[in-house]
């Protein structure tokens, strides 16, 4: 199917040959209902220049706007979001052409979900499960800023803690150069002390304190080397 969408073969689809149902238990989607989720996320995506060449800010900007809305469209629990099949089917088979728009075809991973922390879909699957209260922060983050906290998965597998380490970060710092050396000094500070210390049980007041110390500690090794 990657090879497919490389040779240009971008129709939808709500259903594919291979497609096989694992026994465990709900109700299978209809191709009906998979066609009017990726009616819905397409509708979105022109809003931000799909099907035409958009820059790099329009599409990030279609991410952020995105994300909240593949959350509603996938009622997931965590465990079937972790099955990749579902992320690559959404990229291959339903939603191909948007894919495409979004980030081509020659980097397979944004196809094939091998990671789900780059796969087009699932990542902003996890980022509005991470956001999901606080879809204002979600926005100010660049692309950066979320490769440090999903890439490494101590941080981003807790929602409360990556929301404290972006909310310190964001406060204290703008967008860019500046912010990408900090937040990748933070969060080593961040796995480094989770190595002797249960960071998660903090109430949520505590963490967002260290948080901010964090990252003035941060500021001033950056502003200083």
Known sequence: ?????????????????????????????????VALMASDIRRLA??????????TSARIAFDRA??????????????????RDIWSFLALVAL????????????????????????TWSRLWWQAIVFEDDFALLSELTESDLNQLFERRRIGGDPRLARAIARAVVSRTADGEGRREII???????????????????ESDVLGSVMSQFVEESIQRVGNS
């Open 1 to 33: 199917m990657y090879l497919e969408a490389r040779q240009g073969q971008l129709t939808p689809a709500g259903s594919h040959p291979a497609q096989f149902f694992a026994p465990v238990g709900g109700r299978r989607i209809t191709p009906g209902e």
């Open 46 to 55: 022109e809003e931000f220049g799909f099907p035409h060449r958009s820059d």
């Open 66 to 83: 995105a994300a909240p809305r593949v959350r509603e469209n996938m009622d997931l629990s965590w465990s079937e979001a972790a099955a």
């Open 96 to 119: 191909p052409d948007v894919t495409s728009w979004r980030f081509g075809s020659d980097n397979q991973e944004r196809w094939v979900a091998s990671d789900p922390n780059r796969h």
């Open 184 to 202: 990748r000094d933070v969060t080593a500070r961040v796995r480094r002390r989770l190595a002797w210390a249960d960071m998660y049980s903090l």
